[in-house]
């Protein structure tokens, strides 16, 4: 049973307008959220993330936002650009020592389409 | 500016082989990470290592071998592989010490390698 759900595999968006990606944790332990950005061919790079103890986390153009009563997050960019293009991972990090914390749950994905 | 360092990128195995996928990393990182990624199911943990010498199982560790003889290098080992190892695998490290709050459990990925056993 997948502890972390992205519900959505794919999201078209025009250019200039918002992304929501969701993600749904099932897991109380899990304490830390991170999103991943991956293109084709390359490795996941770190995007955003959000510690339990915030419900909001603001990079630029990405937010993250966090509801724990609901067990979810969500990622918004704004305004969308064609290099956003990519697949999204949500990852999740249990509460522990920092050994414990590096042990990553991931969400299935979703890949997002930005049109020009 | 190597960062994390994987190879091969690609691979062909028949069932039955056995292969050593290399990871190698320069950051001077103590915690290193093996991932396999299969469509639909995101990143799953395979085994991990907070230091040399120090390796424990992930989610998925059965069919692979992992050892950490140097804080640099972290090699997963299939002993005898199968259709069902075909997948993309992700090395992965980051720091003990972490240098800020929002750094927190950040880990660094390799650009993979695709393995299919046939």
């Known amino acids: 049973d997948q502890q972390v759900k992205q519900n959505s595999p794919s999201l078209s968006v025009q250019e200039g307008r918002i992304s929501i990606l969701n993600c749904d944790y099932t897991?109380?332990?899990?304490?830390?959220f991170l999103w991943y950005k991956k293109y084709p061919a390359e490795g996941p790079t770190f995007l955003i993330s959000?510690?339990?103890?915030?419900d909001k986390n603001e990079d630029g153009r990405f937010t993250v936002f966090l509801n724990k009563s609901a067990k979810h997050l969500s990622l918004h960019i704004v305004p969308s650009q064609p290099g956003d293009s990519a697949v999204y991972f949500c990852?999740?990090?249990?509460?522990?020592?920092?050994?414990?914390?590096?042990?990553?749950?991931f969400g299935g994905g979703t890949r997002v389409l930005v049109k020009p | 500016n190597a960062g994390v360092t994987q190879t091969p990128k690609f691979q062909v195995l028949k069932t039955g082989q056995s292969m050593t996928l290399q990871c190698a990393q320069d950051m001077n990182h103590e915690y290193m990470s093996w991932y396999r990624q299969d469509p639909g199911m995101g990143l799953r943990l395979i085994h991990y290592?907070?230091?040399?010498?120090?390796?424990d199982q992930g989610e998925v560790p059965n069919g692979y071998n992992v050892s950490r003889s140097t804080t640099e290098d972290f090699p997963l080992r299939l002993l005898s592989a199968a259709p069902s190892q075909t997948s993309v695998y992700f090395c992965?490290?980051?720091?003990?010490?972490?240098?800020?709050?929002?750094?927190?459990?950040?880990?660094?990925f390799g650009a993979g390698t695709r393995l299919s056993v046939l």
């Open positions: 990852a999740a990090s249990p509460r522990g020592t920092k050994a414990a914390g590096n042990k990553l749950t």
């Open positions: 290592s907070v230091g040399a010498g120090i390796t």
């Open positions: 959000i510690s339990s103890i915030k």
């Open positions: 992965a490290s980051s720091p003990r010490v972490i240098a800020t709050p929002l750094s927190k459990n950040i880990q660094y």
């Open positions: 897991n109380s332990m899990f304490d830390y």
